[in-house]
């Protein structure tokens, strides 16, 4: 007898015609009694089998920053045709993590790790500021895009904020073009509006080199140049055409300068708190206050030397986690996101050592632990992809709003690339022959060298 039967819902004369009315009572009890448990069994199952990476399947998981492409410059010096992106890379004896202290990355890894969206960083050393650093950046920007052509099952460049999710859902990585360094737009405005016109969306204002507008975080406490005057008409023109700000490598001087003047929300593609870890690669305090109005992000590195600054031991998931928590507590769930720097760096913490590990971190920071912020899944989707995409939209809009303001026709004055030229060490010009160097009054120059120099922590 089935428990429809049993529970009089159905041919109650045939009951009667198999089973006595007690046979029909304890049926009914048993029934009820599976009933309870299978009920029992799915309310139980649908609170306890919620894992954090189960999040990811909700809202794609989007890293601000893998230098992949710098790997494959290094390595390849860009022959797509040498790369197998679709193997799993773990032993390669090129690309292996035996043989390569830096490759963390692959498709198949990456698709464990449920990545949904990447910027790709277009990166040139800073050797080549002042040389060929235009150059190389555009060699750059060229191998992220034939990556993403070569791969067209698994990657779809995505240039608007609204694009992300569709090619997310669609089964692919939404792939982002980012520049990293101000020196790879050797201080012309015409370089930045061209870069966005390739696909870039974010610039990196530094990376470890100063430029003649914007301090690098080398100077820890210091200041040679600040933001500039003309650091602040870049800014200004990457508000107004919808390029976002990376305030990762600047010093923190800068960061305070740029969040001032920005019209835009900001964001750290791949950076950690430095009240957790006191290295000047990371946000302090009263920027991340500063984030908070300002209503920007940042996208946590998980670079082993910026997590974890006790040297007597490695660096594990929990330093990771304890960033997060840290600059969640302090600003808020709605502006820290996931920067892993894979591909960037040589260390990574234990329990995140490649691009397929993102799942456990979700699933970690779910089962939060004593004097952790807990997490529900509406807070982990927006770690992992919904505060990014909120601050691109809002840089979007501001672009909108700014449609009528013309672009800006400055030009840095030769002074200032002659000063900081000079205090590179290099012989000021001398691979120059742009008209702005025709103005320089060398010995005004000079003389405002000796002064900059002065300020240098
Ligand atoms: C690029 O790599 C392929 C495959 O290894 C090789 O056959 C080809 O010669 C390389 N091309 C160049 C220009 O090095
Ligand atoms: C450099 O920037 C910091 C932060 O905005 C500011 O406090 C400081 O006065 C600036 N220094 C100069 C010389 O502009
Ligand atoms: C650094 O790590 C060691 C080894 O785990 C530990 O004994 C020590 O207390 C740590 N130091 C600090 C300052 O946390
Ligand atoms: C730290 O990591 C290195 C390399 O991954 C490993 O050889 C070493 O045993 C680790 N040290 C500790 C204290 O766990
Ligand atoms: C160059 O600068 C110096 C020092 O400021 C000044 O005395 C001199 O008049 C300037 N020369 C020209 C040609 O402007
Ligand atoms: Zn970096």
Not at 424 to 448: F, Y
């Amino acid at each position: 007898m089935g428990c429809i039967s049993a529970l009089g819902m159905a041919e109650p004369s045939n009951i009667s015609k198999y089973c006595t009315g007690k046979m029909v009572y304890i049926n009914v009890a048993v029934c009820l009694a599976v009933l309870l448990f299978v009920i029992g069994l799915s309310v139980g199952l649908s609170v306890n089998t919620f894992k954090g990476r189960d999040a990811l399947d909700s809202t794609p998981l989007i890293d601000g920053h893998n230098d992949l492409p710098h790997n494959l410059y290094q390595k390849l010096s860009n022959n797509l045709s040498a790369f197998h992106f679709e193997k799993d890379l773990r032993n390669d004896v090129v690309w292996g993590s035996t043989v390569c202290s830096s490759c963390y990355t692959d498709l198949p890894r990456l698709i464990e790790g449920k990545v949904g969206g990447q910027f790709w960083v277009a990166y040139t050393a800073c050797g080549s500021q002042y040389k060929d650093s235009v150059q190389l950046t555009l060699r750059q920007i060229d191998v992220i895009r034939r990556l993403i052509h070569r791969y067209p099952a698994n990657l779809q460049l995505v240039t608007d904020a609204a694009d992300i999710e569709v090619a997310w859902r669609s089964g692919k990585i939404a792939s982002m073009i980012a520049v990293e360094g101000g020196h790879s737009l050797d201080s012309s405005l015409a370089i930045l509006r061209l870069y966005y016109d390739l696909g870039v969306r974010y610039v990196t204002l530094t990376h470890t080199c100063n430029t003649p507008w914007a301090d690098a975080s080398t100077v820890n406490d210091g200041y040679v140049y600040n933001l500039t005057e003309f650091g602040q008409t870049i800014i200004h023109e990457m508000n107004r055409i919808g390029m976002l700000i990376d305030l990762s490598h600047v010093s923190h001087n800068v960061m305070k300068e740029v969040l001032a003047v920005t019209r835009a929300p900001i964001m750290f593609s791949h950076s950690s708190a430095f009240g957790v870890c006191g290295n000047y690669r990371n946000v302090p305090d009263d920027v991340l206050h500063a984030v908070k109005k300002n209503n920007g992000i940042v996208m946590v590195n998980f670079y082993s030397v910026f997590v974890n600054c006790n040297t007597s031991r490695n660096a594990t998931m929990q330093d990771v986690v304890d960033h997060i928590n840290y600059i969640r507590n302090l600003i808020g769930v709605d502006h820290v996101g996931i920067g892993g720097d894979y591909d960037g760096v040589n260390s990574m913490p234990e329990g995140l050592e490649d691009v397929s590990k993102y799942p456990d971190l979700f699933d970690r920071l779910y089962e939060s632990r004593e004097g952790e912020p807990t997490w529900t899944k509406e807070d982990l989707e927006k770690l992992a992809g919904r505060n990014f995409i909120r601050v691109f939209q809002a840089v979007e809009s501001v672009r909108d709003s700014l449609s009528s303001e013309p672009p800006r026709e400055d030009i840095i004055a030769g002074d200032e690339l002659y000063i900081a030229q000079k205090n590179e060490g290099l012989n000021p010009g001398a691979c120059q022959t742009a008209k702005e160097w025709n103005g320089v009054n060398v010995t005004d120059a000079e003389q405002k060298e000796t002064r900059t120099k002065r300020h240098q922590a």
